[in-house]
């Protein structure tokens, strides 16, 4: 294994045991202690330190995830000293940035710097590292997950050995750890493939759910980036379609854009979430009007500006990756079952889409795939709804997202990824003695 340079060496800030809650509220932590590493070197000597007290060791970013997965009883790593861009190579293409470093913060000086990823989720307030590490993915027919933009990696592993990973130095490790939910490592910097900053035409309109339920392979077909909301209890959905343009640049109006982005899908959708969840009677109303507030749009700008939005409404969410010739039929059943049940669902359900990449864990790992996910507002009883869902999903061979809600286990997950042994062979070399371990892990990957 081939090591990488330690950064210099400074006092890693320790705070005392808090409670750590993850963003959606519904995963809560207890840490021994929390430290604050700022160098390559100071998260070495804290995993070190970690392993001579028998204590375990999770990083963890914004929380963002809806899982435990990086929840801990020992050492709880947080990156918010580790952050910044380390290198741009605009010969090679390529950004080196620090693990803890907010996709937002990377995004903007990207494009200051006249460069961009060339996809992205829909949320940039994670950091790279816990993005990457969980799955994180937009919508695209040919470009794929965050993770997969990957093309090199460092992590200290579990016995402080900082490692530098890419397709041809420990390509075994890189083929695990760009999705390496953290059991493999602590991700310390991570080499992202950038390209010339481009601009992207958003058409944004209403469809039927019959209509774009039937179209979904010529839409998936003709557009660069094609994805669509559907709203439960009615035949309305909402559409987005992103193409690369030549400009020139027509970004939203300021004030349609505050009405779109912040009134309507934030702050009316903030009351009327909390209106169905304390009369879930309302819910059918609520959605056939919400499902009409948002009129067709076009603008065009640069990318993270188009493919990301704000979320100011908190939720939970269960997604599951399904392969992409039964997702229509999926999402069907799903609507079926909704209709014959006396659930009342007050969020839409978001329907994305990616090609097939080479990682071992991620979910479209080996695929085409579709990606069916469903939310509820923070606080509202979520397991008969999710526990439902995920039946329709796992009955075509789907796949859970690793950050956000599911029960599948190792019996089940080592069926659906061709790959998983070979995850875990790379897990047991690297952290035998699972310092990196938790009981999601335990769960998910199994001892």
């Not at 050492?75 to 190579?89: E, F, M, N, Y």
């Not at 557009?223 to 027509?250: D, I, L, M, Q």
Request: net charge positive; proline share 6%.
């Amino acid at each position: 294994m081939t090591g990488i340079p330690r950064g210099a060496s400074g006092t890693t800030r320790t705070r005392p045991a808090n409670a750590w809650r993850n963003w959606a509220g519904n995963v809560t932590a207890r840490p021994a202690r929390a430290l604050f590493p700022a160098s390559v070197a100071e998260v070495t000597a804290a995993v070190r330190a970690a392993a001579g007290e028998g204590l375990r060791v999770k990083a963890v970013g914004t929380g963002h995830s809806f899982t435990a997965a990086a929840a801990t009883d020992g050492v709880l790593i947080r990156p918010d000293r580790l952050t910044g861009i380390r290198a741009i190579d605009r010969a090679a293409g390529t950004v080196t940035v620090a693990a803890g470093t907010p996709l937002k913060r990377l995004n903007v000086a990207l494009a200051a710097a006249g460069l961009s990823l060339t996809n992205m989720g829909d949320i940039m307030e994670q950091t790279v590292a816990g993005a990457t590490s969980t799955g994180t993915h937009g919508t695209g027919r040919d470009s794929a997950s965050t993770a997969a933009q990957i093309v090199a990696l460092e992590l200290v592993t579990a016995d402080g050995t900082p490692l530098r990973c890419s397709a041809e130095e420990n390509s075994d490790v890189f083929a695990a750890a760009r999705v390496g939910l953290g059991a493999l490592g602590v991700v310390t910097a991570i080499t992202f493939a950038v390209e010339p900053v481009f601009l992207l035409r958003a058409r944004e309109e209403p469809m039927t759910f019959d209509r774009v339920t039937a179209e979904f392979e010529q839409h998936v077909a003709e557009n660069e980036h094609f994805e669509f909301y559907w709203f439960p209890h009615t035949g309305n959905c909402n559409t987005k379609r992103n193409n690369r343009s030549a400009g020139p640049a027509v970004p939203p109006g300021r004030v349609a854009g505050w009405i779109d982005d912040e009134l309507l899908s934030n702050g009316v959708f903030q009351v009327a979430c909390s209106l169905g969840r304390a009369i879930p009677a309302t819910i059918p109303a609520i959605a056939a009007v919400a499902s009409r507030a948002l009129s067709a749009r076009t603008y065009t700008d640069i990318p993270y500006k188009v493919f990301t939005s704000p979320r100011r409404v908190r939720f939970v969410e269960m997604e599951y990756a399904l392969p992409e010739e039964a997702a229509v039929g999926a999402l069907r059943e799903v609507r079926a079952m909704i209709e014959r049940s006396p659930l009342k669902i007050g969020f839409p359900l978001e329907i994305r889409t990616a090609p097939a990449d080479d990682i071992t864990l991620s979910t479209a790992s080996g695929r085409r795939t579709v990606y069916i996910a469903a939310h509820l507002y923070r606080g509202t009883p979520h397991r008969a709804y999710f526990t439902a869902v995920e039946r329709v999903m796992t009955a075509h061979g789907g796949r859970p997202h690793w950050g956000k809600i599911h029960t599948r286990d190792a019996e089940y997950l080592s069926g659906v990824y061709p790959r998983f042994a070979e995850f875990t062979a790379v897990r047991d070399r690297l952290d035998p003695d699972r310092r990196f371990g938790n009981d999601y892990l335990r769960r998910v990957l199994g001892d």
